[in-house]
């Protein structure tokens, strides 16, 4: 029994596995992601010192969605392509720096951990 009295609907959301297991991998492929793909890219690029905060916000945020739209019934996940197109609009409008390997190394990571969700705790 828990000892803090919550309401109902609370309580019932706290209890749910699924609801859980599903913030527990939007958490580790979102913020995870970013923490991976940082010693990767220190692994593999000669010379790398680190992103911007703004593009590891965005990565983020890319990954959450690509997360999402694995999740959503029906054909939904054809989507993702186009928040690749995304990301290099808004880096060409920011000027910032263009990273292939970003975006494969993220759109991989988030359809792992998306796949996941999807088969073992939303079927």
Same mark, same amino acid.
């Given at each position: 029994?828990? !000892? ?5 609907? +609370? ?6 596995? #699924?609801?859980?297991?599903? !913030? ?12 991976? /793909? ?6 593999? +690029? ?10 590891? #916000?965005?990565?983020?945020?890319? #990954? ?14 054809l989507f993702i392509p186009t928040i690749l197109f995304a990301r290099m609009? /808004?880096? #060409? ?18 359809? /792992? ?11």
């Amino acid at each position: 029994q828990a !000892l803090l009295i919550l309401p109902e609907s +609370i309580s019932n959301l706290i209890e749910n596995k #699924r609801i859980i297991l599903t !913030l527990i991998g939007f958490i580790a492929g979102g913020y995870f992601g970013a923490i991976v /793909i940082h010693y990767l890219k220190k692994m593999f +690029i000669k010379g790398y010192m680190g992103q911007s905060l703004s593009t590891k #916000r965005y990565g983020v945020v890319e #990954r959450l969605l690509i997360m999402v739209l694995i999740l959503m019934p029906g054909l939904f996940f054809l989507f993702i392509p186009t928040i690749l197109f995304a990301r290099m609009s /808004i880096s #060409r409008v920011k000027e910032e720096e263009y990273s292939l390997f970003d975006s494969i190394a993220s759109m991989a990571f988030a359809v /792992i951990f998306g796949l996941i969700l999807k088969i073992f705790v939303w079927v």
